[in-house]
Nanobody, 125 residues
Framework: QVYLVESGGGLVQAGGSLRLSCAASGRTFSTYTMGWFRQAPGKEREFVATINLSASNTDYADSVKGRFTISRDGAKNTVYLQMNSLKPEDTAVYYC??????????????????WGQGTQVTVSS
């Protein structure tokens, strides 16, 4: 079992930046593929970014490529999502998720084993 706690959300103007953090409990952080998803009101939860165990490979949704960067720090058991050039359409609740013993990158919600409680990101125009 791993517990995930997101932080760093808030209100920002269009064009601004935010960095989300997701702290994972336990000593096996290095065995989890990590991902970020988001869910806007009235919409399904959608994939944003993912990073593999060794941080050697990442993948992004087309809508955030070139603006968002996912990274992880094994010493702090934390995964980050740096969000730049934010747009109003980025407004959503952002969720951190983990796949136990992930052997590749994962982009589907059903592939993830554990989820955080979410953090709200609101981008004003």
């Amino acid at each position: 079992q791993v517990y995930l706690v997101e932080s760093g959300g808030g209100l920002v103007q269009a064009g601004g930046s935010l960095r989300l953090s997701c702290a994972a409990s336990g000593r096996t952080f290095s065995t989890y593929t990590m991902g970020w998803f988001r869910q806007a009101p009235g919409k399904e939860r959608e994939f944003v970014a993912t990073i593999n165990l060794s941080a050697s490979n990442t993948d992004y949704a087309d809508s955030v490529k070139g603006r968002f960067t996912i990274s992880r720090d094994g010493a702090k058991n934390t995964v980050y999502l740096q969000m730049n050039s934010l747009k109003p359409e980025d407004t959503a609740v952002y969720y951190c998720a983990a796949v136990k013993w992930g052997l590749r990158l994962y982009t589907k919600t059903y592939e993830y084993d554990y989820w955080g409680q979410g953090t709200q990101v609101t981008v004003s125009s």
